[in-house]
């Protein structure tokens, strides 16, 4: 079975933030595999169904960003799956708007949620789907960057202009998902870390 979570925060407050890209694609690849996220387990709103004949498990965290690794390791010793077959969804400050980065392994960029699974886990060794959501423009060039400010950033909504970008987007991280698990790593990143999405 793959493991597939969308990082974000739970609440309506937080809904339309930068930081839930992860739910808003979980949310937009249940819609169209027919899953409903409607069962509780792990700290998580999950819902089990199939992907192209592939058993998985949709799942949003519910435990808040920063705890994102205590829902994912209770969830991997529920259902017995490995960290293998864990495939994250999340926001990315580094890359511009819209762009989709897949990868295995790796750093976190100092994203906390990211962070978190490391530390419950104590593996970096799962995929991952990047959406970028940009740096605020004064803090491109990585100076005098204050962690508030950045926190402020994440947790507000997009722009107009961004908003049509991640519609495009968010459909696109779903369709990366169903080709990891159908067709693999190496011809996921080869058709997907290339395309920029454009207005």
Do not use: W
Request: aromatic letters at 6%; one cysteine or more.
């Amino acid at each position: 079975m793959k493991l597939i979570v969308g990082l974000g925060n739970p609440g309506r407050r937080y809904e339309k933030t930068r930081h839930n890209l992860g739910f808003m694609c979980v949310n937009r690849l249940a819609r169209e595999c027919n899953i409903k996220l409607t069962k509780s387990q792990g700290k998580a709103r999950t819902g089990k169904g199939r992907i192209a004949g592939n058993e998985v498990l949709l799942a949003r965290p519910q435990t808040y960003m920063n705890l994102s690794g205590e829902s994912i390791k209770l969830l991997l010793n529920k259902t017995h799956t490995g960290i293998e077959d864990l495939i994250v969804i999340h926001d990315d400050l580094d890359l511009p708007v819209g762009k989709i980065r897949v990868r295995f392994g790796g750093g976190s960029g100092g994203h906390k949620g990211i962070n978190s699974i490391f530390q419950e886990t104590g593996s970096r060794d799962f995929y991952r789907v990047r959406i970028g959501i940009s740096r605020p423009y004064r803090f491109r060039d990585k100076i005098e960057i204050q962690e508030d400010d950045l926190i402020d950033y994440v947790l507000s909504s997009f722009t107009s202009d961004e908003k049509k970008i991640i519609e495009k987007s968010i459909p696109l991280a779903g369709e990366a998902v169903i080709s990891l698990i159908t067709e693999g790593l190496t011809a996921t990143m080869n058709k997907y870390n290339s395309n920029s999405v454009k207005e």
